[in-house]
């Protein structure tokens, strides 16, 4: 991370004893404290429901940071200032008199970060209690996904946050825009005209964007099956990282002039209507099968399952973005769960030359790829025709890779999570990693109508086995285009 001037704040953490807080928040803020990255002065207070001794509670906390940060990182003395910062307040969020005493611990010259580890169905009591007590003038107000389950629970969410809170107060968070490798892939467009001047329809054929997990459902049956994985991983994850790719370039690096551009793409990707989701749109449920080697209930065998359920946990999509940049290009999204490995990548797929003039039968080879490893091994990796060595090869071409693995090229620093990024940049009041009221809406817009015209079709999931890549129907959603999905084995 960059050397960064960061102010004192005070970090409200309502839903402190919550998975997500005790996973990925306290863990993120532990290694900031860890890099000097934290004023002397910032204090986190975390806030939940449970009574009893707050002590108890702070020791729970310490056993699941020990539990969650690695053994090499551990630091007793960075343990011991970290926890001087720590208290605990057990609250109802819906009571207004138990915000009181959180005003009281907010000077009127400090800044307050509540951040919402909470389900949605909270925000409007909890921003409207800390607009009754004093609170809501000096409030940066971060909130997790997922706000709403379509466009219009969306608008409800975002409007009973905004009747307290201005949009330049709000951070909405999609923690793949922490990540190192899609901050690069900002530097890697437009820092080098080799990208920038061929990023295009002229010399790009097609794109490729996949989130894949191994996992199945991890004992989140009742949201998950509400949800379903359009919900859950494209109306956000995916879109985002599509808008990253085919966005023009900003203005320059401030909040808006960034978001202003995602907004574009979202505003230009092509609707899919009723006659073409079924060339266009594929979604699967995993059955049986095997990970790692060792057998896996299908989706509708997990713990509490409803086994008449028709909800997805795999999509694959072809997206056409309709602009000058991107017209007849091709992106095609997947994300799915119970897959082979976790993987997220972008793979770039530049157009073959205009004139080959080498042996035939190595035509097939020519295939120059730009991957952008986001998760796991993060890193970037240009695939180049060489000349293969040897004097006896004449001019055997062969395929290779220029490239960039961070954690190789970086040896000395540590990749940070994507919550260290994001919780810095709340500190700082930049906005540039977080997502706009008016992303959301576009971004539900063209997803509702994709679960609208699946719900009409009445059609059930796929099949596919856990442990592989999808149904065989996305295979051929890529397939009528003359092309395959990258790396599949």
Known sequence: ??????????????????????????????????????????????????????????????????????????????????????????????????YQGL?????????????????????????????????????????????????????????????????SQVYRIDHYLGKETVQNLIALRFANSLFETQWNQNYISHVEITVAEKVGIEGRWGYFDQAGQLRDMVQNHLLQLLCLTAMDPPADLSADSIRDEKVKVLKALEPITADQLASRVVLGQYTSGY???????????????NETSRTETFVAIRADIRNWRWSGVPFYLRTGKRMPQKLSQIVIHFKEPPHYIFAPEQRSLINNRLIIRIQPDEGISLQVMTKDQGLSKGMQLRSGP??????????????????????????????????????????????????EGWSKMGDTPKSYAAGTWGPLTSIALIARDGRSWYGDI
Request: aromatic share 10%; hydrophobic share 40%; with cysteine.
């Open 1 to 98: 991370m960059p050397a960064v001037r960061v102010l004192p704040c005070t970090l409200a953490l309502f839903g402190a004893l919550g998975d997500l807080a005790l996973r990925k928040l306290y863990p993120a803020l532990y290694q900031l404290d860890r890099e000097g990255l934290l004023h002397d002065d910032t204090r986190i207070i975390a806030l939940a429901r449970q009574q009893g001794e707050d002590a108890k509670q702070l020791a729970h906390i310490e056993e699941r940071l020990r539990h969650y940060v690695p053994s090499a990182d551990w630091d007793q003395a960075v343990w011991e200032r970290f926890s001087a910062r720590l208290s605990y307040r057990a609250m109802d969020f819906r009571r207004e008199e138990d």
């Open 291 to 305: 990970s790692d080697g060792k057998p896996v209930p299908g989706y509708l065998e997990e713990e509490n399952s």
């Open 103 to 167: 005003a009281e611990d907010v000077s009127d010259a400090e800044t307050l970060i509540a951040y919402f580890a909470t389900p949605a169905s909270v925000y409007s009591a909890i921003c409207e209690n800390l607009h009754s007590v004093g609170l809501s003038d000096r409030t940066r107000v971060v909130m997790e996904k997922p706000i709403g389950h379509d466009l219009e629970s969306s608008r409800v969410v975002n409007d009973s946050v905004a009747r307290f809170f201005p949009e």
């Open 402 to 451: 220029l490239q960039l693995n961070f954690s190789e090229a970086f040896k000395s620093a540590r990749v940070p999570d994507a919550y260290e990024r994001l919780l810095l940049e709340v500190m700082q009041g930049n906005q540039s990693l977080f997502v706009r009221k008016d992303e959301i809406e576009a971004a539900w817009r063209w997803c509702d109508q994709l679960l």
